[in-house]
């Protein structure tokens, strides 16, 4: 037993250095100062929909609200069933700046949104292109400051500050973040360590890419050189695949988080949470079951163990079970506290990380299952196999 909380406290610790460089090198999207509209790049910003009724109107009223001095909006309905396109078509018609385009039919070697995407990109006539989903809404200043930010790299992404309404959001959604902050460094994002040798260091540095296709942008010769979304085109986690290929490539990627300027709720319901993670937890692994279930094992002896070891300790009296069960649950919830603190969380819920943890074991349990029977798993009325 003891030797499980060595496990958690020494991983803890190590997650907890991370966080702190993080905490220094993770930032936001910058102010800026808009200058005259000769000296600014005409951006394109790209929005592909499908059965997104619920929110697109925000979404697109967003953007166009921009102070920003040239832009354009463009929003692809792929070929909705909700009524998208009949509120696109009612928007489209009172707003100048606003392209509607109609999605073609999706080719059988492609997936549904990287095809969007990729439709867009060929509409879109300015020389950055940042790409939202539907479900993202912007403060007025967001692109300026993106645009700020791509003057120095080839491509940016903006983790949005995320909405979390309902209990099991407030449990799940967090953990994404969690692991983004406690596992991978943001300044690896953007250049290669150091520390590795000259040699391994263009051939390794797309292991350090992430990316949150909520809103992606590019300098459009840099997503070109990569052949755009079509370098991506059966990809399920495009965005992260997007970012290797960017770093393959030999271009630059900025990651920033965007509380204040970018915000998103991912999932307005349960059913949403679970088939939209159900998707690509597996898939963020690389399909590895072994590498899968490890990481499971893991995540249960780091979050969830140390509940159980404190209350045994106090069951059989033990001191050393006591101190370091509280070592490894202060370390936990310091950690969510941060974050939180960060997001604009409710701070309650670090205090019942591993609830989101064990929801994740269960989805994990699910996710094998259609691995290995072969299930079929669909999103927005299409399969994504």
């Keep these: 037993m003891m030797f499980l909380l060595y496990i958690s406290v020494g991983f803890l610790i190590y997650t907890s250095f ?8 993770f930032k936001g999207l910058k102010n800026t100062i808009v200058p005259d509209s000769s000296e600014k ?44 396109g009949e509120i696109l078509n009612k928007l489209s018609g009172i707003i ?20 969007a995407c990729h439709q867009l990109s060929e509409a879109a006539s300015g020389e950055i292109l940042i790409f939202i989903d539907a479900d993202v809404w912007l403060a007025e200043d967001a692109i300026p400051k993106a645009v700020s930010e791509l003057s120095t790299v080839d491509a940016i992404t903006v983790w949005p ?25 943001s300044r690896y994002v953007e250049e290669a360590p150091k520390w590795l040798p000259s040699f391994l260091r263009k051939q390794l540095a797309p292991k350090f890419a992430a990316a949150c296709g909520q809103f992606i942008a590019f300098n459009k010769k840099a997503y070109s050189k990569i052949n755009g979304h079509e370098s991506v085109k059966d990809q399920i986690i495009e965005d992260v695949e997007l970012a290797k290929t960017i770093k393959s490539s030999g271009l630059t990627l ?3 988080h965007g509380v204040d300027s970018v915000f998103c709720r991912m999932y307005s319901n349960d059913s949403e949470l679970w088939n939209g993670l159900r998707k690509n937890f597996f898939v963020g692994f690389g399909k ?73 074991q269960v989805l994990g349990i699910q996710c094998l299952i259609d691995h290995f029977t072969g299930k079929s798993v669909s999103w927005k009325g299409r399969n994504l196999d």
């Excluded at 449990?171 to 991978?184: E, G, K, S």
Aim: glycine residues 4%.
């Design 288 to 360: 590895n079951a072994v590498l899968f279930l490890l990481m499971s094992v893991l995540h249960l002896i780091v979050f969830v163990a140390p509940f159980f070891t404190f209350i045994y300790g106090f069951q059989v009296n033990s001191v050393e079970l006591l101190i370091w069960s509280s070592f490894s649950l202060i370390l936990l919830f310091s950690q969510r506290a941060i974050l939180n603190f960060i997001f604009k969380w409710d701070i309650y819920s670090s205090f019942t990380h591993a609830v989101g943890v064990l929801w994740f």
């Design 254 to 256: 900025k990651m920033l």
């Design 41 to 84: 790049p005409k951006v394109s910003i790209c929005i592909p929909a499908r059965n997104e009724a619920s929110v697109i109107e925000r979404c697109v009223t967003s953007a166009l609200k921009q102070n920003y001095p040239n832009f354009e909006v463009l929003v692809l309905d792929d070929q909705s069933t909700d009524g998208t």
């Design 96 to 115: 100048n700046n606003l392209i509607h385009i109609k999605g073609k039919e999706k080719p059988n070697e492609w997936l549904g949104k990287p095809w």
């Design 18 to 25: 991370i966080l702190g460089m993080n905490l220094i090198d």
């Design 161 to 185: 500050e995320q909405i979390v309404e309902s209990f099991w959001e407030k449990q799940v959604i967090p953990l994404v973040y969690f692991a983004l902050y406690t596992l991978l460094p």
